[in-house]
């Protein structure tokens, strides 16, 4: 698996994951808002089989996480219109896993995420296999 250095990058993952083509496995949504991110993201769990939804403000997620069977919410930790808590406090409200990704929350905010009850932190650039591995569990 090749690693790279750049911040929002998403590295290539090789092997059987990566030409592997699953049935829908359900509706993700993605709070991410640099583009190409989205994009990597989107590309990488479609072909893992998920139904991936992209909202771009923290209204719109919380609205969709309501209107649809959503398994998981996958967000971006720095947003402009709220707070990682905030967005950790309704979904669990919604009995809605949260999986969170960023590069510049310090350590202990990324554990106290996780002790408030999210999924996980991953700190970008993060292996693809990280995210993937966090999905099979649900």
């Not at 998403?10 to 509706?27: E, T, V």
């Not at 707070?83 to 950790?88: G, K, M, N, S």
Request: charged share 30%.
């Amino acid at each position: 698996m090749a690693e790279s250095g750049r911040a929002g990058s998403i590295p290539q993952i090789s092997g059987d994951r990566a030409i592997k083509k699953q049935h829908n496995k359900g509706i993700l949504l993605l709070n991410e808002p640099d583009a190409s991110v989205r994009e990597a993201l989107t590309f990488l769990l479609e072909g893992e089989g998920w139904d991936v939804r992209t909202v771009d403000n923290c209204e719109e997620l919380i609205e969709s996480v309501r209107a649809h069977d959503v398994v998981a919410v996958i967000s971006e930790s720095s947003l402009p219109d709220c707070t990682p808590e905030d967005v950790l406090e309704r979904c669990k409200q919604l009995e809605t896993p949260v999986v969170f990704t960023g590069h510049d929350l310090p350590l202990q905010g990324a554990v106290d995420l996780i002790r408030q009850g999210a999924m996980d932190f991953l700190d970008k650039p993060f292996p693809q296999s990280r995210l993937l591995d966090l999905l099979e569990r649900l």
